[in-house]
Nanobody, 119 residues
Framework: QVHLVESGGGVVQPGGSLTLSCAAS???????????MNWYRQAPGRQREFVAA????????LYGDSVKGRFTISRDNSRNEMYLQMNSLKIEDTGVYYC?????????WGQGTQVTVSS
């Protein structure tokens, strides 16, 4: 079972920036580079929302419409880590951010990190 730990959340003013990290461990039959990785978020009272995805080699990315042009997803397979650079943050970006690791039909989720955008 892949173990994921998010970090880097916090409180930031509108227009500010944050970088989230996701550290992965617990690999047995496969390595970090065998997993596609994603970020999701969930705001209070709302459904979980797709934020961004990155392919196994890091050469393909996909973003949710609400974050396109503001967020950048990346990964470092040598460090078993994934990142989410968030710029021009808006109040509606507030929520708990989760990273996921996906391979085939299976996946793992982290425990989440809180991001609060507030003036």
């Amino acid at each position: 079972q892949v173990h994921l730990v998010e970090s880097g959340g916090g409180v930031v003013q509108p227009g500010g920036s944050l970088t989230l990290s996701c550290a992965a461990s617990g690999f047995t039959d496969f390595t970090f580079s065998d997993y596609a990785m994603n970020w999701y978020r969930q705001a209070p009272g709302r459904q979980r929302e797709f934020v961004a995805a990155i392919g196994r080699a890091g050469d393909s990315t996909l973003y949710g419409d609400s974050v396109k042009g503001r967020f950048t997803i990346s990964r470092d397979n040598s460090r078993n880590e994934m990142y989410l650079q968030m710029n021009s943050l808006k109040i509606e970006d507030t929520g708990v951010y989760y990273c996921t690791a996906v391979r085939g039909s299976g996946g793992s989720w982290g425990q989440g990190t809180q991001v609060t955008v507030s003036s």
